[in-house]
């Protein structure tokens, strides 16, 4: 009984975030990991986060996390997603280039519950030709964190105009 309802306020939430997507106009919208409880996920579930997502009328990209990182099991890898849909499936940074909008979204995948190296590992300097740069990691500002440790001075010197940071379910006061 429980669990059903769990999964309907689930699926209320991701109607919400599609409803708030198209309200703001957004432009992009960027999903840092940990949008699904584990790596077991109902495929009603899944399918209700493609739909929602496909709704949404611009870019989103999602960055899986240490809780529902990318195998070849996981819904990111089974399930058919919509076109404006990405997701950054390798565990060493990738680039969104998106020139529509004048920007680049640097992301990668947890592809393991854990990682123990940085998101921002390997990220290439600047490049004029990207636009704003921008980043949709999974990571924690904990220096001994086995969930993608970073420091502030890392994402200080990373170039980025923007870090949607997923982990901690709280904002950084970066």
Request: glycine content about 8%; aromatic content about 6%.
């Amino acid at each position: 009984q429980l669990s059903a309802q769990r999964r309907g306020e689930q699926r209320e939430l991701l109607d919400r975030l599609a409803r708030l997507a198209r309200e703001e106009r957004a432009d992009l919208v960027l999903l840092s990991g940990d949008l699904l409880d584990g790596e077991l996920v109902y495929r009603e579930t899944a399918q209700a986060l493609a739909r929602c997502l496909g709704s949404i009328p611009c870019p989103v990209a999602i960055a899986p996390g240490n809780h529902d990182f990318y195998s070849p099991r996981s819904v990111y890898a089974t399930l058919d997603w919509p076109e404006n849909v990405h997701i950054f499936t390798s565990p060493a940074l990738q680039a969104l280039p998106l020139p529509q909008l004048g920007c680049t979204v640097w992301g990668r995948a947890f592809t393991a519950p854990s990682k123990d190296t940085s998101p921002l590992a390997g990220l290439p300097p600047a490049q004029e030709e990207e636009g704003l740069r921008l980043a949709c990691l999974h990571g924690d500002l904990a220096p001994q964190s086995q969930y993608g440790p970073l420091t502030r001075e890392e994402v200080a010197a990373s170039g980025l105009c923007y870090l949607a940071l997923g982990h901690v379910h709280q904002s950084s006061g970066l």
